[in-house]
């Protein structure tokens, strides 16, 4: 079917193709190498409120010792159950800098 040459320059083409393709799919918009270091103050700034923290603002508008969230995807009820939301969590630190960030699913009940 094809000659020997085209063999290995289609098998390159493919992988180039793959290689753009997954370079394009991120999981979601928020930028964690920015996030880490930053207030939560700034991460508000730039993304907006938090969907959730576990702890409420301080008088100064700073989260400190605290975990905040973002919905990436939401809950989605469907035929065969509920499908749970997924979170991009924020952790700060006892100064309001944040220090981690993750992926999870969202452990809201209902």
Do not use: Q
Request: charged share 25%; glycine share 10%.
């Amino acid at each position: 079917m094809f000659k020997t040459g085209l063999k290995p320059l289609l098998a390159v083409l493919m992988t180039l193709a793959m290689l753009v393709a997954l370079a394009g799919c991120k999981a979601h918009k928020y930028d964690e190498e920015w996030i880490i270091g930053k207030t939560s103050e700034e991460v508000i700034e730039k993304y907006g409120e938090f969907y959730k923290c576990i702890k409420v603002a301080g008088s100064d508008g700073v989260y400190d010792r605290s975990i905040c969230s973002y919905i990436i995807k939401p809950k989605r009820k469907g035929f065969l159950g509920t499908t749970p939301a997924e979170l991009f969590s924020i952790s700060f630190d006892k100064n309001g800098i944040a220090d981690r960030c993750w992926v999870e699913t969202d452990g809201k009940g209902g």
